[in-house]
């Protein structure tokens, strides 16, 4: 059926391996010729199918990264359709600015399952899978809109929402007065828009330059500091945001006793959550935030756990540890300026006693750390680097691509509030400029999950008085 | 065919069904009050002036006996772009009726009766033998309250506001339809025995006015256009060249709004007497009052009824308060402080049906040959009327003489907009047609209703072959132009230049296309005759198409684009009967929706709330695996 071009990214977003962008349809090829460079010159347009071309690729007038690229023309290729597969050197940034570049010329961001979709219905899926590829499609879907949900930050969403509130009130005046002519006047109103919609550009330009530092969702390894209260936690965060090396943006918390920080790492984004100290305790306040920590823990792929290297291990800490059990750690032993009373490999035969005893071949990631003097950071960002790139923790991958979904989104919405000013500039009617004032609240709705439904038509009735 | 209801709807239904060539018989409570208007004085206005424009497209009656009729008319929105230009003339209610009434009466194998229908009768009901549960029934006659029975193959109910209607007037209730004319206080009861899901609506209409008692002094005129505009494409514009009549507004003011606010709680909507929902485009006085608190004025339009009649409609002030209230606060408006009431203002409360029981043809789900139109199928005004009546009248015909039925889409016409939004969407208010609810309205426009839709009154065999040889040339005529324009270049000579000055336009520097030249607001196609020797004679109708397709071009290329995407779905058709349970992986709210309203097509499915584009997905997925199974 539609053969508009979509493209996606076919790996796993790990810092290992190679990264590899699909674009499949009409406008496959056309759309790599925009962005690649092969090596001697030619277009991919020119080339057999079933070729490998060694290049660059470019955006903006930039290099982004030496590619090997596959050209598979339909019908002999997964989808059926002209496909191009961009290989590039892995990392997750190369291969995200690689799908954007792709979106930005001309193909859009495949919705999920849809490459096995096409496959199925161009023919290339056998008949007796079609009940596994409906199950895909569901479940990717599924998993894409929880994802999309949970990592969208209230305030973008309010944001978003202001937006298109403003938005939707403007084109129910328009609406009005066409509907009601006799009781509503538009006179001198496309200078009371003007003001209105470039104001509103501001705001997106502003959220879209945000989304391309990867801060409108929380993009990143999803991270969490625990301990006991008292054990550093705190320090350990600030030491990592008062290091140059840590590039730091405040996102709101979700909620009201932990602080979420984002941060790269050499190229690896982590989002840190600093969670309330975990103890057993009577006070009732203080266990909602105990019992919210534990909730992060389940929800993170990183822990950091620190313990305190002035106090004995306590049944706290052992609490924390059994629930460290099954998940990706560091730990830390925080010195502070009181004698240590406790040691590396004390904490180390705890661990091994208590938690995962069954893996052998487990590699305990232990070791000290002053926030005074900045003792033990190299070793945790080398930790951390290596956890990375041997595979052992991981990017959310559908995160990235939900950024990049909700970065075109913007960008729609973007265009379709240029091209108002443009109908206001050349002086056309006023039902000219609410045609386009409705795509942009569609397209930003796309980004907070709300469809456009009767909106509309509510907005009208309920602002604007009308009717015989 | 039997049509229940001489209403704006039953008129064209059984027009349609008569002039297709079927035995068609149009029953309603009173002879009398034929294609009666019971609310305002108005065929026409925003979006509805583009229903009537496709109506007569189409081969219905509405435009023509309009434009027979009308006593003043205007096209609104002559400042805004072309999409949104709509015609909108005052009747004389009684002529309109009573030409309607004639026309009637000169069609061929139609036949007006004056009865009540009480009881729908299927198949089932006839036989001793019953059908299975699931099984969709077939509509074989009706009974009227008489007992006399009328055997038939299609029935189209266009029951308006009457089925067990009530109007309130403060604490006074009456039982009847509009203006005291008798209810119909027994179909619903067969209806629901048939299992068809029954609603309850309400609306209201304005007191009117004793014209001799209205100081218009006190008010502004407001008259018609210089030059009227007919609304049928078959009328000739000389012909409707006729000497107006005016109407007037005024204003409510606080003391209006006072008196209302005080008299609250003897309003039956405020009181809760009401049971009904009522329509938010067409709020009471009281309602403006209440839900607009801000407002110090409300615009009141004082409009003729007639000729010859003394009645002025009272527009933007329906209410439901009590006949002293009336007198009081209309007497608030300046020039109506001696106002004389005729008629007081009301609120009708009636019953309709839930109108996602139909198809997309207006035919009922689950009784073949049995179909619905107007204010019956939940919507409100005398157009919107109309256009379902004809599109029922035309696909009962079509069904019984096996041909395919006609499905506007929402690309195609406003008529398929109101019909997709009343089959598909939840609706919970009379509802009525507005320009932003047609996504494509660049191109529905008013102006081309007849290129888009005559070819399909003519396959249907309402268009004469006169008439559709006439929009074929008028289209040749138009693409022929079109592509000479687009090869005209214009030099930068002294002639040009003074015709551009006259224009106040800016002059060219070098050469420019003359579309470019069209385009400049300041400036169009016939303005531009003088320095276009080359322009063949062209139709004042294919002009006004030519310089509105290269004006807008961009965007009228742009929505072309749209429909383009959409009309691919919408080609995807979901066959009858299919069976959503079959389908693994759909989701349970998506199952359960698809299944109530079963949806002819991915189009349709897709706009269902509470049906996800992955669910399309799996739909799409699983009608190719249905295909290929069917081919092995």
């Known amino acids: 059926m539609s053969s508009d071009t979509i493209a996606a990214v076919a790996t796993a977003m790990m810092g290992a391996g190679i990264g590899i962008v699909r674009i499949s349809g009409d406008q496959a090829v056309e759309t790599a010729d925009q962005i690649f460079r092969k090596k001697g010159g030619g277009a991919l347009r020119e080339q057999e199918s079933h070729t490998i071309h060694y290049g660059t690729i ?157 801060r409108l969702l929380r993009e990143g390894i999803s991270t969490v500091i625990v301990g006991k209260p008292n054990a550093g936690k705190s320090s350990l965060l600030n030491a990592l945001l008062g290091e140059e090396r840590a590039i730091v943006t405040n996102i709101a918390g979700t909620t009201r006793d932990t602080l979420q920080e984002q941060m790269n790492f050499n190229g690896i ?32 792929d990183l822990a950091i756990y620190v313990a305190d290297a002035s106090t004995k291990l306590d049944e706290n800490d052992f609490e924390i540890l059994d629930l460290l059990t099954g998940h990706k750690v560091i730990i830390l032993l925080n010195k502070s300026d009181l004698p240590a009373v406790t040691t590396e490999e004390e904490i180390a035969a705890v661990v091994r006693a208590r938690i995962r005893s069954e893996e052998e071949d487990w590699n305990l990631r232990i070791f000290s750390f002053s926030a005074k003097e900045g003792e033990g950071m190299e070793r ?55 045609i386009d004032l409705m795509n942009a609240y569609e397209k930003l709705g796309t980004i907070i999950g709300e469809s456009v439904e009767d909106d509309l038509v509510n907005e009208i009735f309920g602002s604007f008085c009308m009717g015989k | 065919m039997v049509v229940v209801g001489a209403g704006h709807a039953g008129c064209e239904a059984a027009l349609a069904s008569a002039r297709l060539g079927l035995d068609t018989i149009l029953f309603t409570v009173s002879v009398d009050s034929i294609a009666l208007m019971p609310c ?167 007191a009117r006015i004793d014209k001799n008692s209205i100081d218009f002094s006190k008010m502004e005129e407001q008259k018609g256009d210089e030059t009227i505009v007919p609304f049928s494409f078959t009328t000739n514009p000389e012909d409707v060249q006729i000497d107006q009549v005016s109407c007037w507004l005024t204003y409510t003011n606080e003391r209006t709004h006072e008196i209302i606010r005080k008299n609250l709680d003897r309003s039956p909507i405020y009181a809760g007497v009401i049971e009904g929902t009522g329509p938010r485009y067409c709020p009471s006085i009281e309602d403006k009052v209440v839900k607009f608190a801000d407002k110090n004025r409300h615009q009141i339009f004082l409009e003729p009824e007639g000729i010859h009649t003394n009645e002025m409609y009272v527009g933007g002030m329906s209410s439901s308060l009590p006949e002293d209230v009336q007198y009081e606060m209309y007497r608030t408006l300046p020039g109506l402080e001696n106002a004389k009431i005729v008629r007081n203002a009301y609120a009708i409360e009636y019953d309709c049906i839930n109108p996602n029981q139909l198809n997309a043809t207006l035919e009922f789900k689950a009784i073949r040959g049995l179909f619905s139109g107007g204010q019956f199928n939940g919507s409100s005004g005398y157009e919107e009327a109309a256009c379902q009546g004809l599109v029922a009248g035309i696909n009962a015909a079509m069904q019984i003489k096996g041909r395919e039925p006609l499905i506007l889409d929402r690309s195609e016409a406003y008529i398929g907009v109101l019909i997709d939004d009343l089959v598909t969407k939840e609706n919970h208010e009379p509802y009525r047609m507005m320009t932003s609810r047609a996504e494509y309205r660049l191109i529905l426009r008013q102006d081309n209703a007849d290129l888009r839709l005559t070819r399909k009154g003519y ?155 992955a669910d399309i997905s799996v739909l799409l997925v699983y009608m190719e695996q249905l295909r290929r199974k069917q081919m092995l």
């Open chain 2, 459 to 613: 396959e249907i065999g309402l268009i004469s072959e006169e008439r559709y040889q006439a929009v074929c040339r008028k289209e040749q005529e138009i693409r022929e132009e079109l592509s000479r324009i687009a090869k005209v270049r214009i030099g930068a000579g002294r002639e040009v230049q003074a015709l551009l000055e006259s224009y106040g336009s800016i002059p060219l520097n070098t050469g420019i296309s003359l579309a470019e030249l069209i385009r400049r607001p300041e400036l169009d196609y016939e303005k531009l005759a003088p320095i276009d020797p080359e322009r063949p004679s062209v139709s004042p109708g294919a002009a006004e198409q030519i310089n509105i397709n290269i004006k807008y071009e961009g965007y009228i290329t742009r929505q072309k684009k749209q429909v383009d995407q959409f009309r691919k779905i919408e080609k995807k058709k979901i066959p009858e009967g299919f069976d959503y349970d079959e389908v693994p992986s759909l989701r349970i709210e998506a199952r359960q929706k698809l299944k109530l309203y079963q949806p002819s097509s991915i189009g349709q499915a897709s706009r269902i709330s509470g049906v996800s584009p």
């Open chain 1, 269 to 300: 984004l982590l989002n840190v959550t600093d969670t309330a100290g975990i103890r057993r305790t009577e006070d009732a306040v203080e266990r909602i935030g105990v019992e919210r920590s534990k909730q992060h823990l389940a929800d993170a």
């Open chain 1, 380 to 434: 945790l960002e080398h930790a951390v680097q290596e956890m990375f790139f041997s595979g052992e923790i991981s990017f959310d991958q559908e995160v990235c691509i939900t950024n990049v979904r909700h970065q075109s989104a913007l960008s729609d919405a973007l265009a379709s509030i240029e091209l108002v000013k443009q109908s206001i500039a050349d002086a056309m009617p006023e039902d000219f400029y609410s």
């Open chain 1, 58 to 214: 470019w955006d903006s007038g930039e290099m982004i990264d030496e590619v090997m690229v596959l050209l598979m023309r339909a019908p002999r290729s997964y989808t059926r359709e002209d496909t191009v597969e961009i290989d590039c050197h892995g990392g997750v940034y190369v291969t995200k600015r690689i799908l954007e570049a792709v979106i930005r010329h001309g193909a859009r961001i495949a919705e999920p399952g849809e490459f096995t979709k096409r496959a199925f219905l161009n023919g290339r899926i056998d008949l007796s899978q079609a009940e596994s590829v409906m199950d895909v499609i569901q479940a990717k879907n599924k998993l894409a809109l929880n994802n999309s949900v949970r990592q969208l930050s209230g305030m973008l969403s309010k944001e978003i929402q202001e937006i298109r509130s403003v938005i939707l009130h403007e084109i129910a005046r328009i609406e009005s007065a066409l509907d009601d002519p006799e009781h509503m006047s538009l006179d001198g109103y496309s200078d009371f828009l003007q003001k209105i919609v470039s104001e509103q550009e501001q705001k997106i330009r502003r959220l879209l330059a945000g989304s391309e530092n990867g």
């Open chain 2, 40 to 206: 305002n004085p108005n065929i026409g206005g925003s979006s509805k002036g583009h229903l009537v424009r496709e109506i007569d497209a189409l081969g219905g009656e509405m435009g023509i006996n309009i434009d027979k009729t009308f006593i003043q008319s205007k096209m609104l929105n002559r400042s805004k772009g072309p999409a949104v230009h709509s015609l909108r003339a005052q009747a004389d209610k009684a002529d309109y009726s009573r030409e309607m009434r004639q026309t009637l009466q000169r069609t061929k194998h139609l036949t007006i009766r004056q009865a009540e229908v009480s009881e729908i009768l299927t198949e089932d009901d006839l036989s001793d033998q019953k059908s299975a549960e699931n099984m969709r029934k077939q509509i074989a006659a009706v009974r009227t309250v008489s007992g006399a029975m009328y055997f038939c193959r299609a029935v189209i109910l266009c029951t308006g506001t009457y089925l067990k209607a009530r109007c309130l007037t403060g604490e006074m209730i009456s039982y009847t339809g509009p203006n005291g004319l008798m209810a119909a206080n027994y179909l619903t009861d067969s209806l629901v025995a048939h299992g068809i899901e029954m609603y309850r609506f309400k609306t209201g209409t304005p």
